[in-house]
């Protein structure tokens, strides 16, 4: 089984779509959780961090259930420049361990 | 803004070459990490640095070596090149051992071994 598992893409949605994002990790011992996003040919940036208490930033959602070990993004609203993949990342011991990431294309 | 400047953005080596990937980073941090990325693969960590001269391996590490001699240096290298090492490489440095905090990413080369 993968240490983080996340939903298979790609996503095809209009703009103006609500899309969610699903991950699984497997090591309860985790320590903190982010979702990052990656252009093509670009490197990862982050996005956000995502807390217990689950946490907004603008038309970006991210909420994370420890007892499931599992963690969720969601976007409202999306404009074509959400158009990338987004990765699932959980922090164990100092080292991110990554999702395959899940592709996300916004439509006209 | 924190920059994680690595030397080369596109490369391209002969099988049996030794090969330096140099990664710098501006900010002070303490921890620092070798990445590949592969279609279908997703990232997977190399090799890692807590500190200077300090040097942890991390899920894939064969065919790799790593030196930290500054702190605001990591360089990844691939004592004999092969073309199953043909990949993208990302350089990340971050401030903290445990906590909260993401990594900052250079920008990548791509490696072309024939």
């Known amino acids: 089984r993968k240490e983080v598992e996340q939903d298979p893409g790609p996503f095809n949605v209009p703009e103006g779509a609500t899309v969610a994002f699903n991950c699984t990790y497997s090591n309860s011992a985790s320590q903190s959780f982010f979702w990052y996003r990656q252009d093509c040919r670009k490197e990862p940036k982050l996005l956000m961090s995502v807390y217990s208490s689950g946490n907004e930033d603008g038309r970006f959602t991210a909420q994370l259930n420890r007892a499931s070990q599992y963690i969720s993004l969601l976007i409202r609203d999306s404009k074509l420049s959400d158009s990338a993949t987004y990765l699932c990342v959980v922090n164990q011991g100092g080292k991110l361990i990554f999702g395959q990431g899940t592709e996300l294309s916004v439509k006209p | 803004d924190v920059k994680v400047t690595q030397s080369s953005r596109y490369l391209v080596k002969r099988t049996g070459e030794k090969v330096f990937l140099e990664c710098v980073q501006d900010?002070?941090?303490?921890?620092m990490f070798w990445y590949r990325q592969d279609p279908g693969l997703g990232l997977r960590l190399i090799y890692f640095s807590y500190d200077v001269k300090m040097k942890e391996k991390g899920d894939i590490p064969e065919g790799y070596s790593v030196s930290r001699e500054k702190k605001e240096r990591f360089s990844l290298i691939l004592e004999s090149a092969s073309t199953n090492q043909t990949s993208m490489y990302l350089c990340?440095?971050?401030?903290?051992?445990?906590?909260?905090?993401?990594?900052?990413f250079g920008s990548g080369t791509r490696l072309t071994v024939v």
């Open positions: 990340a440095s971050s401030s903290s051992t445990g906590g909260g905090y993401g990594y900052t």
């Open positions: 900010m002070d941090h303490e921890n």
